[in-house]
């Protein structure tokens, strides 16, 4: 059975769009210098960074999105307009 999806290909990178400008991962700075052997060492990384955060860090980063959501629209032709033609 077939669902019928058509298979989009990978979109191109986009600097002014990557996942690392997002507000959260923006601010991992030194998370390339850890080293997880395990499932349990990562998990037990990342609760405790974000119980490392205040409300605030989030609020910011919740606010911080239309503008990331414009950048996006703004690019649409240049990135995503070959997929809608």
């Known amino acids: 059975e077939t669902l019928n999806w058509d298979v989009l290909s990978h979109l191109p990178y986009s600097p002014d769009i990557v996942p690392s400008d997002y507000h959260l991962f923006q601010s991992m700075t030194g998370l390339s210098e850890q080293c997880f052997h395990s499932y349990e060492d990562t998990k037990k990384w990342v ?7 205040d409300v605030s860090f989030f609020r910011r980063g919740i606010h911080l999105l239309p503008e990331r959501w414009k950048k996006v629209v703004a690019s649409y032709e240049q990135y995503f307009g070959q997929y809608f033609e």
């Not at 609760?47 to 955060?53: E, P, T």
């Open 47 to 53: 609760d405790s960074w974000i119980a490392s955060k």
